[in-house]
């Protein structure tokens, strides 16, 4: 009856295990739900009282997480974060190598500090920036920029949250040594090696993302920043007319809302430049076109369609049509409206959204032209589009409308703005506020002068009194709630794995299979089997998994936890195969034009040396 008492839980437990696993690799339902059905089911199931399901909503690590999320928010809207990796990139100049190493060293310190994902959403146009002006293809830096915040998440124990994870699992152990966790800088050792190596390799390995690219000594295409040149790589001239609105026409005193003009005739109305007078003096004035826009005769509509459209559009409502934009575009750079690229995070809610849903025209007053997938340019029947992870949207508005779209979500990277407007970086006063916060917080955690938790929690707060971030509302919108849920939702899954035996028991069969050829052989295992999973879940949810049973195994063979504990969070962060295996691999996806075998040519061979590679030092530096 024991027997079968243990037993019963242990094989729902691995049943709830499997499901949670397949629906995190479908990715049709979103992560954090899957995590709270996987909870739910476990509690129905008997597996886990209530009290234990919700231990991950109380623990240390997800309080201290929200707390960061506020932290680094602050960091990025004050322009701190933005000031110090554009001085100390710009230090560069033309150098390509001194450019790549700079932003290789400039990604991995802020990640070890900030969210890695967050990381590559600011350095993002700032490179692009850079590489245009120093004339190196940007396909050489983007993914190594990617992988690098990954490595720099080694140095810090806050880089990233398998870190924590295991540090949490040491501390909750049990093992005399280990009552507060890991330190601080417990894994500054492993981030130096990871760093290092990987600036060094990935010179190299860059340069197979360039071979062959029909823009090699500089792709101008995605690197581009002025106006003309955008509308050019989306061959936005050629499908974009001037037509003239005559006395007789039936659209005059109508709003574009009323007309339905894109929904008639398939295409859109980007620009109204209607004539008029002020002082005696004849002016031009250009305005975005929007639904509520009102057509007035001898006004100039700027329609992008196909000829054919167009022309059935001009006929129908009795139109002058005048000549392609293209003459007109010459000034635009300087204009009150211009263009930019929009980079889709991999989490955004407007995904698997039509073009027409989103909303960005009644919103943010800005039109939707084109959309980048991959290596190909959609302008046909683009309100009917779906938007895909990983597609660059083209958009058109005022200028300071595109800057407050910019700003206004972190479901976005802005990329594609003329250099001299995303050089236009606004440093609030707050920043050496945000500064002197980040080094205290730092310090308090390094010096122990607070509960790393603690720390952050404290700094958090003082982040929103100081008005580094404008309200409470502002920061909460920093915190990314999927993660948190995700991360809460899986730390009872680990409880039950520990509580039905199921850890002990894949520890035991690791051991089994492996034991006889010794510890650095079973590390070996755990790092390899680690690394597979992470290819398939997010790091965070494998390291939950996986770090009670490197605990389990370490005692076991009656060896020191430390290198198993290490294995995890290393295996967990470098996850460079699949463009999705982490966010900052999706997010420079398109802006890069990387192809999924681009990361399978360069990824695969770094995580495999990188697993060599750790597997010989971890023991070195943590004896067994």
Same mark, same amino acid.
Request: proline share 4%.
């Given at each position: 009856?024991?027997?079968?008492?243990?037993?019963?839980?242990?094989?729902?437990?691995?049943?709830?295990?499997?499901?949670?696993?397949?629906?995190?690799?479908?990715?049709?339902?979103?992560?954090?739900?899957?995590?709270?059905?996987?909870?739910?089911?476990?509690?129905?199931?008997?597996?886990?009282?209530?009290?234990?399901?919700?231990?991950?909503?109380?623990?240390?690590?997800?309080?201290?997480?929200?707390?960061?999320?506020?932290?680094?928010?602050?960091?990025?809207?004050?322009?701190?974060?933005?000031?110090?990796?554009?001085?100390?990139?710009?230090?560069?100049?033309?150098?390509?190598?001194?450019?790549?190493?700079?932003?290789?060293?400039?990604?991995?310190?802020?990640?070890?500090?900030?969210?890695?994902?967050?990381?590559?959403?600011?350095?993002?146009?700032?490179?692009?920036?850079?590489?245009?002006?120093?004339?190196?293809?940007?396909?050489?830096?983007?993914?190594?920029?990617?992988?690098?915040?990954?490595?720099?998440?080694?140095?810090?124990?806050?880089?990233?949250?398998?870190?924590?994870? $295991?540090?949490?699992? #040491?501390? *909750?152990?049990?093992?005399?040594?280990? =009552? &507060?966790? /890991?330190? +601080?800088? @417990?894994?500054?050792?492993?981030?130096?090696?990871?760093?290092?190596?990987?600036?060094?390799?990935?010179?190299?390995?860059?340069?197979?993302?360039?071979?062959?690219?029909?823009?090699?000594?500089?792709?101008?295409?995605?690197?581009?920043?002025?106006?003309?040149?955008?509308?050019?790589?989306?061959?936005?001239?050629?499908?974009?007319?001037?037509?003239?609105?005559?006395?007789?026409?039936?659209?005059?005193?109508?709003?574009?809302?009323?007309?339905?003009?894109?929904?008639?005739?398939?295409?859109?109305?980007?620009?109204?430049?209607?004539?008029?007078?002020?002082?005696?003096?004849?002016?031009?004035?250009?305005?975005?076109?929007?639904?509520?826009?009102?057509?007035?005769?001898?006004?100039?509509?700027? $329609?992008?369609?196909? #000829?054919? *459209?167009?022309?059935?559009?001009?006929? =129908? &409502?009795? /139109?002058? +049509?005048? @000549?392609?934009?293209?003459?007109?575009?010459?000034?635009?750079?300087?204009?009150?409206?211009?263009?930019?690229?929009?980079?889709?995070?991999?989490?955004?809610?407007?995904?698997?959204?039509?073009?027409?849903?989103?909303?960005?025209?009644?919103?943010?007053?800005?039109?939707?032209?084109?959309?980048?997938?991959?290596?190909?340019?959609?302008?046909?029947?683009?309100?009917?589009?779906?938007?895909?992870?990983?597609?660059?949207?083209?958009?058109?508005?005022?200028?300071?409308?595109?800057?407050?779209?910019?700003?206004?979500?972190?479901?976005?990277?802005?990329?594609?703005?003329?250099?001299?407007?995303?050089?236009?970086?606004?440093?609030?006063?707050?920043?050496?506020?945000?500064?002197?916060?980040?080094?205290?917080?730092?310090?308090?955690?390094?010096?122990?002068?607070?509960?790393?938790?603690?720390?952050?929690?404290?700094?958090?707060?003082?982040?929103?009194?100081?008005?580094?971030?404008?309200?409470?509302?502002?920061?909460?919108?920093?915190?990314?709630?999927?993660?948190?849920?995700?991360?809460?939702?899986?730390?009872?899954?680990?409880?039950?794995?520990?509580?039905?035996?199921?850890?002990?028991?894949?520890?035991?069969?690791?051991?089994?299979?492996?034991?006889?050829?010794?510890?650095?052989?079973?590390?070996?295992?755990?790092?390899?089997?680690?690394?597979?999973?992470?290819?398939?879940?997010?790091?965070?949810?494998?390291?939950?998994?996986?770090?009670?049973?490197?605990?389990?195994?370490?005692?076991?063979?009656?060896?020191?936890?430390?290198?198993?504990?290490?294995?995890?969070?290393?295996?967990?962060?470098?996850?460079?195969?699949?463009?999705?295996?982490?966010?900052?691999?999706?997010?420079?996806?398109?802006?890069?034009?990387?192809?999924?075998?681009?990361?399978?040519?360069?990824?695969?061979?770094?995580?495999?040396?990188?697993?060599?590679?750790?597997?010989?030092?971890?023991?070195?530096?943590?004896?067994?």
């Amino acid at each position: 009856m024991l027997t079968s008492f243990i037993i019963s839980p242990m094989i729902i437990t691995f049943a709830v295990l499997a499901l949670t696993a397949f629906f995190f690799v479908w990715g049709k339902i979103r992560a954090d739900v899957v995590a709270l059905c996987a909870l739910l089911l476990l509690v129905l199931c008997n597996v886990l009282t209530t009290r234990e399901a919700l231990t991950g909503f109380s623990n240390e690590i997800v309080i201290m997480m929200i707390a960061l999320f506020v932290v680094g928010g602050g960091i990025f809207q004050t322009g701190l974060a933005q000031m110090i990796s554009t001085r100390i990139v710009s230090l560069a100049g033309k150098s390509e190598l001194k450019l790549f190493i700079l932003v290789m060293l400039a990604t991995a310190s802020m990640g070890a500090f900030v969210s890695n994902t967050g990381t590559v959403a600011l350095m993002l146009p700032i490179v692009v920036s850079l590489a245009v002006s120093a004339g190196t293809n940007v396909r050489r830096l983007l993914m190594p920029m990617a992988f690098a915040s990954s490595l720099g998440a080694m140095f810090t124990l806050i880089g990233t949250p398998p870190n924590m994870i $295991v540090s949490d699992t #040491l501390k *909750n152990s049990g093992i005399a040594g280990f =009552e &507060n966790g /890991l330190s +601080f800088f @417990s894994f500054f050792p492993i981030g130096v090696i990871a760093v290092g190596f990987g600036i060094v390799s990935l010179w190299f390995m860059s340069k197979l993302l360039v071979k062959g690219d029909k823009n090699e000594e500089g792709d101008k295409d995605i690197s581009s920043r002025s106006v003309n040149q955008l509308m050019q790589s989306y061959q936005i001239a050629e499908n974009l007319y001037r037509v003239k609105v005559t006395e007789n026409s039936p659209v005059n005193n109508k709003s574009l809302k009323e007309l339905s003009i894109s929904q008639r005739f398939n295409v859109s109305i980007l620009e109204i430049r209607r004539n008029t007078r002020k002082n005696f003096l004849k002016t031009e004035n250009q305005d975005i076109a929007g639904p509520e826009s009102i057509i007035a005769v001898n006004d100039i509509l700027y $329609v992008l369609g196909s #000829l054919e *459209n167009v022309n059935d559009f001009v006929k =129908e &409502n009795k /139109l002058l +049509f005048l @000549s392609k934009s293209q003459s007109e575009n010459k000034n635009d750079d300087t204009g009150k409206i211009g263009v930019a690229e929009l980079v889709l995070m991999a989490k955004s809610q407007l995904i698997n959204k039509q073009i027409k849903e989103t909303d960005f025209r009644s919103v943010y007053n800005v039109n939707v032209l084109g959309i980048q997938r991959h290596n190909e340019y959609i302008l046909k029947n683009i309100r009917e589009e779906k938007i895909h992870v990983g597609d660059v949207l083209l958009i058109q508005g005022k200028w300071e409308d595109i800057q407050n779209l910019a700003r206004s979500s972190t479901s976005w990277v802005m990329l594609g703005q003329p250099m001299e407007e995303a050089n236009k970086v606004l440093l609030s006063s707050k920043a050496p506020l945000a500064a002197i916060i980040l080094i205290l917080m730092v310090a308090a955690m390094v010096f122990e002068w607070l509960p790393p938790v603690m720390a952050s929690m404290v700094a958090a707060v003082l982040m929103v009194l100081t008005g580094c971030l404008r309200n409470v509302e502002s920061a909460y919108k920093t915190i990314n709630w999927e993660s948190i849920v995700l991360f809460a939702g899986m730390i009872p899954m680990a409880i039950a794995m520990e509580n039905t035996g199921a850890s002990r028991w894949i520890a035991e069969s690791i051991v089994g299979q492996l034991g006889t050829f010794g510890p650095v052989a079973v590390m070996a295992g755990i790092y390899l089997a680690t690394s597979c999973v992470t290819l398939f879940i997010s790091n965070t949810a494998t390291a939950v998994l996986f770090a009670p049973i490197a605990l389990q195994t370490a005692l076991t063979l009656n060896v020191s936890p430390l290198p198993f504990m290490f294995t995890v969070a290393v295996a967990a962060s470098m996850c460079f195969a699949s463009p999705f295996a982490t966010p900052p691999n999706a997010l420079v996806m398109s802006a890069g034009r990387y192809s999924f075998m681009d990361y399978v040519k360069v990824g695969l061979p770094m995580q495999l040396i990188y697993a060599l590679i750790m597997i010989l030092v971890l023991p070195l530096l943590f004896p067994f």
